[in-house]
């Protein structure tokens, strides 16, 4: 089994228990786990070797909110809201009827598209949902699709009761037939927990009907206004409750006393105007918070962690190293992939060799740099992307010291 000893790590984000970044480190790679990490001065011999040439190296960003399955793109709406209209659910009917449309085919080699640009900006692990089909047929297609692009599949048949059925009879569909073709694909189950989607109580039938079925529980809350979503997800222990833009100080204390991660979507809120969470407030009263995309056509069309970063530190207060946690371990957290053999989000022995390198020397210089694109090379389980690279970048320094070729530790 050949080994690969990635070294010049001027600044290594492990995502350990304490946090520290370590300066002037390297690390070992074999069979797409992690053997090794430590001093670059104490690194063993490999079979190849990485000079990163003096460049930060974390984990692969961890995106746990997504909906890449779906076809057409809602510029226009994008375009008028920007004019003042407001977003409205609704908009999501546009998607459908292209999603419908489409061929599983389609819809698959779309999503591949989107995950190979978010893989570009350091993404390694990422969730994906249905949502856009809304009727059986569709939605066991979008489920098939999601499941060849995506490492988590989230079923989300209560995204919007779709024109042309009664409300009642949608949601038996939801809980009966429709959950049981898709259950099969699907690790979770959400639902669209706001007004113009489903209320509370229709929320909580969908969910126990996936929990019964075998899928975890996740929520769509508290976007567009107090919708009740965030305090039923911790009712239920959900792994999270995403969005949180609207929040009474009883959901804040909620969340801090449960065991729900609160998933913040920043780019989102800007597409749409809405306020920004109270991220500190949250992180002040002990709650768990994670950083997702949630790309999707309607509300967020970006694959980009970096930006979402960047935003919860420029415009919501994060401190570089709690956005980088977020964006990271605290992810995983929101998918169960906290700990265990199957660990997101974290470099640690053992574990999945799932790392970024950026062309800055440190993890600071995403949000000091904003929008510029830092992400110079990505492994994921071992393998380096074929997206980006360090093949012909000099060091920071100046040097020219990076060196992928896969050289031989003499
Ligand atoms: N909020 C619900 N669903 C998506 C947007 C859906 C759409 O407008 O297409 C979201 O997470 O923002
Ligand atoms: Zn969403």
């Known amino acids: 089994m050949t080994t690969e000893l990635i070294t010049g790590i001027r600044e290594l984000t492990t995502q350990a228990d304490d946090r520290a ?19 670059a001065s104490a690194a063993p011999a490999a079979d190849t070797r990485t000079d990163v040439g003096g460049r930060a190296v974390l ?3 961890v995106d746990t909110h997504t909906h890449l399955v779906f076809a057409g793109d809602r510029a226009a709406e994008f375009e008028a809201r920007m004019a003042g209209q407001r977003y409205a659910a609704g908009g999501i009917n546009t998607t459908v009827a292209a999603t419908r449309a489409a061929s599983e085919e389609q819809l698959a080699r779309g999503a591949a598209r989107l995950r190979r640009e978010a893989e570009a900006q350091g993404t390694t692990f990422l969730e994906t949902k249905t949502g856009y089909g809304l009727d059986l047929a569709s939605e066991t297609r979008s489920a098939r699709a999601a499941t060849s692009v995506a490492d988590v599949v989230t079923f989300l048949g209560a995204h919007l009761v779709p024109d042309g059925i009664d409300r009642r009879d949608y949601l038996d569909l939801v809980t009966g037939p429709m959950l049981a ?17 489903f209320d509370v109580e229709e929320s909580r039938e969908v969910l126990l009907a996936g929990r019964a079925a075998g899928l975890g529980v996740r929520v769509h809350g508290n976007q567009l206004g107090f919708s009740g979503g965030v305090r039923l997800a911790v009712e239920l222990g959900a792994a999270s409750v995403d969005h949180c833009n609207h929040l009474k100080e009883r959901d804040i204390e909620a969340l801090a006393g449960g065991a729900t991660v609160a998933t913040l979507l920043p780019a989102c809120d800007l597409s749409t105007r809405q306020p920004f969470p109270p991220a500190r407030r949250l992180l002040g009263a002990g709650a768990r918070i994670a950083l997702a995309t949630n790309c999707n056509p309607g509300t967020s069309y970006t694959t980009s962690m970096p930006f979402c970063v960047s935003t919860a530190v420029l415009q919501m207060g994060l401190t570089i190293d709690e956005a980088v946690w977020a964006a990271t371990r605290g992810a995983a957290a929101a998918v169960g992939r906290e700990n265990g053999a199957d660990a997101a989000g974290s470099l640690r022995v053992g574990g999945w060799a799932d790392l970024q390198v950026l062309d800055a020397p440190s993890v600071a210089h995403l949000a000091y740099r904003p929008g510029v694109p830092l992400t110079l090379a990505v492994w994921r389980r071992g393998v380096r992307s074929r997206l980006c690279g360090l093949e012909g970048s000099d060091g920071l320094d100046g040097s020219g010291g990076s060196d992928a070729s896969g050289r031989t530790d003499a």
Do not use: S
């Open 181 to 197: 073709a898709v259950a099969p694909y699907a690790d979770y189950i959400d639902a669209f927990c706001e007004v113009g989607a």
């Open 21 to 39: 970044r370590l300066n002037d480190a390297a690390l070992v790679i074999e069979a797409g786990r992690i053997l090794w990490i430590g001093p």
């Open 59 to 61: 984990p692969g960003w």
